[in-house]
């Protein structure tokens, strides 16, 4: 029984390649589709040949190597900080404030994202583009943020420009 269903299907698969199929549009303008010429409107589609075998991954006689599928290009990372914005004045008289950055892509697990404050490392790297500053100089500071993988630099962000105001008790 099961041969016989197996041999029904091979027979049938190649004739499944030559049906004709038919197209129209009504008068509401909806597309129809129909293996029988049914409306005087029909016209016929004409479909590709069907490939004489498929692609494997066999090694090929002629070049001796595997066949590739072109590879996807990697997309590109891109980092940049959301909170403050540049040139934004911050008021904090314990000099603490958040820089909230944000990652346009994937970051690798390997790759970890380093906060700089005035052109030095702040903190350690991390996974999460949140940094809680603390008792930081009052004054005209800059913010980058770098994603790092292996050592090496693989995106930054604009260099921001905050002002931070820390209020100060002066005596007469």
């Not at 004709?20 to 303008?29: A, F, N, Q, R, S």
């Not at 016209?43 to 072109?70: D, G, K, M, Q, R």
């Not at 994603?147 to 921001?160: E, H, L």
Request: net charge positive.
């Amino acid at each position: 029984m099961k041969s016989a269903l197996i041999l029904i299907l091979c027979i049938l698969s190649p004739l499944s390649w030559s049906i004709e199929i038919y197209t129209w549009v009504d008068e509401k303008g909806v597309q129809h589709f129909s293996d029988h010429p049914t409306n005087p409107k029909s016209s016929l589609i004409v479909l590709p040949e069907p490939p004489s075998h498929y692609p494997n991954n066999e090694v090929s006689p002629a070049t001796n190597s595997f066949s590739e599928t072109p590879t996807p290009k990697p997309m590109r990372l891109k980092v940049s900080i959301r909170t403050p914005t540049h040139d934004a004045t911050i008021r904090s008289n314990a000099g603490n404030f958040d820089v909230v950055g944000y990652i346009d892509g994937k970051l690798h697990v390997s790759a970890k994202l380093q906060l700089l404050l005035d052109g030095r490392v702040y903190g350690a790297p991390k996974t999460s583009p949140h940094w809680s500053l603390t008792a930081i100089d009052r004054g005209t500071h800059t913010l980058t943020i770098q994603a790092q993988q292996n050592g090496k630099v693989i995106a930054s962000s604009n260099t921001i420009t905050v002002h931070l105001h820390r209020a100060s008790v002066q005596y007469p």
